[in-house]
């Protein structure tokens, strides 16, 4: 079961596109327990206090309503990729200063990592956040599976 | 034109990468040649070779850690942090032209 594919770090266990947060903290920490609870994450305070390390160094929200906070933490057990849409939007320093409703939350090991395959797939989601046609498709996406169509096909 | 240059991030795990795509994307659009190496956490990627530094007009350095520049030495370089890519692409890419050209 736990296989590694190309595919695997798409997780819908860890995708919740329906999520009812008012502010970053309450999607951080939704996105993280949804990692806790799938084995990605051992200690979720540890791996917020991580993730808002890297937070303090430079803004995460791309602009475009989506936001990729992210950081290596020892907290992390496996490299995982929690996504999450709000349903309303929320405030987060963001390059075009506008609020985010898509959340990408990046959960990658802090050690010299012999993982790469994963942090490659990783690499390959952020090069498609690049590029304006996915944006439009993650934006437009209604369920898990056009959501992955969009970021993984 | 032909540019080359490198992205590089403090983690090394989503801009470097996503840098990398908005640039490239808007060097294309804007009718120039670009090859972008990316210094992230997987180590470099796509790494520009001595022909490649040898043919470029310009070095676009978008990084926010340090990256060895020695390599490009005689060459002109812009340095930038890696926010204004993320911001502005197409900007940079005008602000690149501009310089050249009054360089000549």
């Given at each position: 079961m736990n296989e590694v594919t190309?595919?695997?770090?798409?997780d819908p266990k860890i995708v919740d596109l329906n999520i009812n947060a008012k502010t970053k903290d309450e999607v951080i920490k939704h996105l993280a327990e949804l990692l806790v609870k799938e084995g990605y994450v051992t200690d979720i305070n540890a791996y917020t206090e991580d993730i808002y390390h890297r937070e303090s160094q430079g803004?995460?929200?791309?602009?475009?309503?989506i936001a990729i906070p992210h950081g290596k933490s020892s907290a992390v057990v496996k490299t995982g990729l929690a996504i999450g849409k709000t349903n309303q939007m929320i405030p987060w320093e963001s390059y075009d200063e506008k609020p985010v409703n898509i959340i990408f939350l990046f959960a990658v090991a802090?050690?010299?990592?012999?993982?790469k395959t994963h942090l490659r797939l990783l690499a390959d989601v952020a090069t498609r956040l690049g590029n304006e046609e996915t944006l439009k498709q993650v934006k437009q996406a209604k369920d898990v599976m056009e959501l992955h169509r969009a970021l993984f096909l | 034109m032909k540019i080359i240059g490198i992205t590089a991030c403090v983690?090394?795990?989503?801009h470097t990468y996503i840098a990398k795509e908005k640039i490239e994307k808007a060097a294309i659009s804007m009718g120039d040649e670009i090859k972008i190496e990316t210094q992230g956490s997987i180590g470099p990627e796509n790494v520009l070779t001595a022909e490649d530094i040898k043919k470029a007009d310009v070095v676009l350095l978008a990084t926010d850690i340090g990256v060895d520049k020695?390599?490009?030495?005689g060459k002109k370089v812009v340095a930038i942090p890696i926010s204004l890519v993320m911001k502005s692409p197409k900007g940079v890419i005008k602000k690149i032209h501009e310089k050249m050209e009054t360089a000549l």
């Open positions: 190309v595919k695997s770090v798409f803004i995460t929200g791309m602009g475009d309503n802090d050690k010299k990592s012999d993982d | 983690a090394g795990i989503a020695s390599r490009f030495k």
